[in-house]
């Protein structure tokens, strides 16, 4: 069977930095950093006092105040994200056959803010234990998957995949190989998150995965810094409008870009440590470049994991250094999480949204708040410090890693009719 082609027809974005598609790449070519003191709840005991919030937010604009009571922030996240991608892809339900649409959405953690809560007015009461009727429906990570598909009356595959930071890459691979594969046209495909508040800061802080920068937020996430001291938290989500490419052109659909490939692994070395040579990350980049057809030295931009974590990045560049050869200081790297910060099981869809933009305009955000080089990251490679860059961005690929070892990439090429 002759495999199908997918492409983006439309794109939703609620970052840190910008709370829809327009303003977050706007956001992300000019350098802009999201984080902050925390204003979600007093934080002043905490170690780490800041996140990448999303700001000027409110969910009654666009769910009504009844209904958004139902539900978590993250589902909150995601219907407003996914809306945006339906409205902006131009489709209606006269162009699609309902069995033949899907939902796929990653969360690494859920609705845990809602689980935190309940259990603390548990906890205080008195009396019969009385818990919001919602309360599960509310908590459980496949949720947003039903209530987008609900909403848009999408009877396709519908499920959550959860692999903790590479979600939402999990769920826009797994979109695209059900229409290779003939099973589905059209997905809604991403991912949200919303743990910016005690449980997620307080529980990152055990972990000493934080940066505890409170002099100065804006600086805090620093990927490939010599003085970086952790990731930085961040919250929101994002949603891709994948189809079949006849599909799109059929209904006469713009198109940002088409996906050619993607990967998964494991490192199989550690819950939370990558393997310190990259091997995990070299294998996923590997495979979805593989499954493309296309030279390795065809790829011009890597959107990289790169958290600001001591270990993971160095083990990153190694990757790329060990699959790539030379051809690495050729492509352009950079980690926009330095701008949004980590968005945990959001971060591989939000992530490839500005991979996308980068191929669609040829244009290469940069990695902020490097200061001072890392010896042990070679000094060669171009991270995009500071400054976006402009080249031609044929293809591009677009990484993110999970606890666990998970390893997930998706390869994005320019779309040619």
């Known amino acids: 069977m002759k495999s199908r082609r ?24 000019a350098g802009k950093s999201g984080a902050g003191p925390i204003t979600h709840f007093d934080a002043s005991n905490f170690k780490t006092q800041f996140a990448c919030e999303v700001k000027d937010f409110d969910v009654t604009e ?10 978590d922030k993250f589902s909150q996240y995601a219907m407003v994200v996914a809306d945006e991608a339906f409205v902006d892809s131009g489709i209606n339900s006269d162009q699609i056959r309902p069995e033949r649409a899907g939902v796929i959405w990653g969360s690494g953690i859920g609705g845990m803010e809602t689980f935190f809560k309940e259990s603390v007015s548990f906890g205080t009461g008195t009396g019969t234990p009385r818990f919001n009727p919602f309360f599960i429906p509310k908590l459980i990570s496949d949720i947003p998957a039903g209530h987008i598909s609900i909403k848009y009356n999408f009877q396709g595959p519908n499920f959550t995949t ?3 930071c590479a979600s939402s890459t999990n769920a826009l691979i797994d979109a695209y190989n059900y229409i290779k594969l003939n099973k589905a046209d059209v997905f809604i495909a991403g991912g949200s998150e919303a743990c910016v508040f005690e449980p997620g800061i307080g529980g990152f802080n055990a972990m000493m995965a934080l940066s505890t920068r ?33 599909h799109a052109k059929k209904r006469g659909a713009k ?29 996923v980049m590997r495979q979805a470049i593989e499954e493309s057809g296309i030279d390795l030295t065809e790829v011009d931009y ?6 600001s974590t001591p270990l993971g990045d160095i083990a990153e560049t190694k990757a790329i250094i060990s699959l790539f050869g030379q051809h690495a200081y050729n492509l352009n790297i950079s980690s926009t ?39 042990e990251i070679d000094s060669k490679l171009n991270l995009t410090l500071n400054k976006f860059q402009e080249r031609n961005v044929d293809y591009a690929l677009s990484n993110t890693f999970g606890f666990g070892g998970h ?8 779309y040619k009719d």
Not at 227 to 236: K, S, T, Y
Request: glycine share 12%.
């Open 214 to 246: 409170n002099e100065n937020p804006k600086k805090a996430s620093r990927p490939f810094d010599k003085n970086r001291d952790g990731f930085v938290m961040g919250e929101g989500g994002g949603a891709l409008i994948l189809e079949e490419y006849q």
């Open 302 to 307: 890597i959107n990289v994991h790169g958290t």
């Open 162 to 164: 959860v692999s903790a």
């Open 62 to 71: 666009f769910i009504h105040k009844k209904e958004a009571r139902k539900l």
């Open 337 to 375: 999480k330095s701008m949004t910060g980590h968005l945990l099981g959001a971060a591989g869809v939000v992530e490839a949204i500005a991979t996308i933009m980068a191929v669609k305009n040829n244009i290469i955000p940069p990695t902020i708040n490097h200061e001072r080089a890392d010896p």
């Open 255 to 283: 198109i940002y870009a088409e996906v050619v490939g993607g990967g998964l692994t494991a490192d199989a070395h550690h819950i939370t440590a990558p393997h310190p040579e990259g091997l995990g990350a070299k294998n």
């Open 6 to 29: 997918v492409v983006v027809t439309g794109i939703g974005a609620l970052t840190p930095i910008g709370n829809n598609l327009k303003s977050y790449w706007k956001s992300l070519v």
């Open 407 to 414: 390893n997930a990439s998706v390869l994005f090429k320019k």
